[in-house]
């Protein structure tokens, strides 16, 4: 007999792509909010390749300065507070 899989059992992933492309050179991901750089870079290569010369290059930690109005610092995750939501810029 065959054992039926419980999907909630399954863990859950430290990153996810949330949004797959925010204008021509961001996307945005939700991570545990301890990742590094290095970890959402490979993971962004991988999952969502950015299709330029050098895929995804920069995770996005701090914003001196505004775009059109928005702030493209990272923003707690209202689903999960140990989640944290990312811009990545190729």
């Known amino acids: 007999m065959k054992k039926k899989v419980n999907r909630t059992t399954k863990p859950k992933e430290r990153i996810e792509v949330t949004n797959s492309f925010l204008g021509i050179c961001h996307m945005q ?8 750089d290095k970890e959402i870079l490979e993971f962004c290569n991988s999952a969502n390749p950015s299709g330029t010369t050098n895929g995804w290059g ?15 610092k990272p923003v707690q995750c209202d689903r999960n507070l ?9």
């Open 29 to 36: 991901v939700c991570a545990e909010s301890n990742m590094t």
């Open 58 to 72: 920069k995770v996005i930690r701090e914003d001196p300065e505004e775009h059109e109005g928005k702030s493209l």
């Open 82 to 90: 140990n989640r944290t939501h990312f811009l990545v810029s190729c």
